[in-house]
């Protein structure tokens, strides 16, 4: 049985949502607040983990979830 731990899950939608983040790009205007909203999120995601903040880094990863593919 494998466990995977809140660091762990958190990169991974990180990852995700970086490329989430091209395609929203790539959209163009109409993508544009999307992509805003995105980078936001992953900017609060990476202080989160930087900051070994476990309240959040739970709160980040909730919210990139989130964000649909």
């Known amino acids: ?10 990169l991974k939608e990180q990852a995700r949502c970086r490329e ?9 205007h109409a993508g544009a ?3 805003a909203m995105l980078e936001l999120s992953l900017k609060r995601a990476d202080e989160a983990v ?3 903040d476990l309240a959040a880094m739970i709160a980040a990863y909730r919210d990139l979830v989130g964000y649909e593919s």
Request: cysteine-free.
């Open 1 to 10: 049985m494998s466990t995977e731990t809140l660091a762990d899950a958190l």
């Open 20 to 28: 989430l983040l091209g395609i929203y790009r790539e959209i163009g």
């Open 33 to 35: 607040f999307a992509a």
């Open 50 to 52: 930087m900051s070994g």
